[in-house]
């Protein structure tokens, strides 16, 4: 009896090292499949502000009715406060703004996606945005809805960004090997990206719809995985100065952080001037946000901007 219980332990753990093996060897045929793309991950910046004050007007203008954002929030019922606070303030800046659910809610229009996995979530969303605005729109924000993000501040670091060319933009991690845009900073999809990754979906064994069966991916880390098959790969967003603009954080965090770490220097230490995203925002928050950015000023302070985003037609944007 001994005997046979110890065969079947080694076979319980021989079993689950040859799992792992295979698993191992899938993720290497992943990275010899991407090889040739010879892509290394890299920081992007904004653009200088001279360069914008450089342009003559008519050009300003065409810029600025060139970059077209669309904007895919991911909801369940359980964020009905959020839902409701992310639709009343910064989402109205977008050129179109759709919740995509996971079930049904009366009190919210949204597009219902009937599942509760965030990856089949985030993929049917993605899926779903291609088919029906492939042709109106260049750029695809996803974003959570404790995000808060400033469109203006996005429409710009995306003003000498060809969205005809495969970007990933956010802010990224790296996870052993594998670098991705983190989802609680919002991600960025060019339309090529965009059609790229709509192609690889009909690969199950590239980009499943479901998870490994020995352990299941965050969905912006399976994201990166599809992504880097196409030859996508992540790209982390920064101001001119080298600062991150998509944050993973509320503006009350990474104040107390820099309050901590740089005491002398608490406003400069916190974030980014052309901040594009913050994250972990309570319903209230997302209202104080919308006032310090859309209608706090202080007089005789005039920052002069060379560009100008309007908002979409019919839109009651701040």
């Known amino acids: ?11 319980m753990v021989l079993g689950g090292l040859f799992c792992v093996f295979v698993t191992l060897i899938g993720h290497s045929k992943m990275g010899h499949g991407t090889k040739a793309h010879h892509h290394e991950h890299h920081h992007i910046q904004a653009p200088n502000k001279e360069d914008v004050s450089n342009l003559s007007e008519g050009e300003r203008m065409e810029l600025s009715h060139s970059i077209r954002v669309y904007c895919i929030i991911l909801v369940k019922p ?18 179109k703004a759709e919740f995509y659910s996971s079930e049904s809610v009366k009190v919210f229009d949204s597009v219902v996606l009937n599942t509760n996995d965030m990856w089949v979530m985030v993929r049917n969303a993605y899926k779903l945005a ?14 959570h809805p404790t995000t808060f993000a400033v469109i203006e501040n996005l429409k710009y670091f995306l003003l000498k960004k060809d969205a005809s060319q495969p ?5 990224t991690v790296k996870s ?12 960025v999809l060019s339309i090529e990206s965009l059609k790229r990754l709509s192609k690889i979906f009909e690969d199950p064994d590239k980009c499943p ?32 100065e080298g600062k991150d603009v998509f944050n993973t954080k509320s503006v009350g965090s990474l104040i107390k952080e820099a309050m901590a770490n740089q005491p002398q220097q608490v406003v400069e230490g916190c974030c980014s001037d052309m901040a594009i995203t913050f994250n972990g ?10 006032y310090g950015v859309y209608r706090l000023r202080a007089y005789g302070h005039n920052f002069k901007d060379a560009l100008v985003f309007l908002p979409p037609a019919g839109s009651d944007n701040d």
Request: charged letters at 25%.
């Open 78 to 95: 359980k964020d009905l406060g959020n839902w409701a606070a992310v639709k009343e303030t910064w989402s109205k800046h977008c050129d």
């Open 281 to 290: 925002l309570a319903p209230n928050h997302m209202h104080v946000m919308m």
């Open 209 to 240: 719809e479901q998870g490994g069966l020995i352990w299941k991916l965050s969905e912006d880390k399976q994201l990166a995985v599809c992504l880097k098959y196409t030859g996508v790969f992540a790209e982390n967003a920064e101001d001119s």
């Open 176 to 187: 052993g090997d594998l670098e991705y845009v983190d989802g609680d900073g919002g991600i």
């Open 1 to 11: 009896m001994i005997s046979e219980s110890s065969s079947f332990v080694k076979g």
């Open 167 to 171: 970007f990933y933009i956010g802010h």
């Open 130 to 143: 291609y088919e029906r605005y492939k042709d109106e729109y260049n750029w695809f924000f996803l974003a």
